[in-house]
């Protein structure tokens, strides 16, 4: 095996783990907006999202917990589609950034952002995610 090979197979084993590990995040968030930490991340959901959308907050939750779980499901059940749902799972990431800077900015808890440091903090996940999301399926 010709050492371009090796390092092509070896990048695809690291992209194929990262994208499982991906789907595993995004399965266990949206249980988690659906179920145990669903009251928590009510509180964190902003009123303009409420007005945007004419969903109330429980709303918004589960229909981002289903879109999680329905994203994270198509990582790994849609192989050909691969490029195109990781552009959707970085879109999302995307989508819910604004919720994440408001959190940050009116200091609202949620599960595991208990602290103005970790809701900071989170702010630089996401572009680590929206990364992760597009190299893991390219």
């Known amino acids: 095996m010709s050492r371009r090979r090796g390092r092509s197979r070896a990048s695809g084993i690291l992209r194929l783990i990262a994208?499982?590990?991906l789907s595993g995040f995004l399965v266990y968030t949206?249980?988690?907006h659906l179920f145990w930490g669903r009251?928590?991340?009510r509180i964190a959901?902003?009123?303009w999202a409420v007005r945007q959308t004419r969903l109330d907050k429980d709303a918004i939750v589960v229909s981002s917990g289903a879109v999680e779980l329905a994203l994270g499901a198509a990582l790994v059940v849609l192989p050909k589609e691969?490029?195109?749902v990781g552009g959707l799972v970085a879109a999302f990431f995307v989508a819910v950034f604004p919720g994440?800077?408001?959190q940050w900015l009116t200091g609202r808890p949620a599960p595991m952002m208990r602290t103005d440091m970790s809701r900071f903090g989170r702010l630089f996940l996401q572009p680590v995610?929206?990364?992760w999301a597009l190299w893991s399926t390219s």
């Open 19 to 21: 994208r499982l590990v």
């Open 30 to 32: 949206g249980l988690s």
């Open 39 to 41: 009251r928590g991340f």
């Open 45 to 47: 959901v902003p009123d």
């Open 82 to 84: 691969r490029a195109r």
């Open 100 to 102: 994440n800077v408001h």
């Open 129 to 131: 995610l929206v990364a």
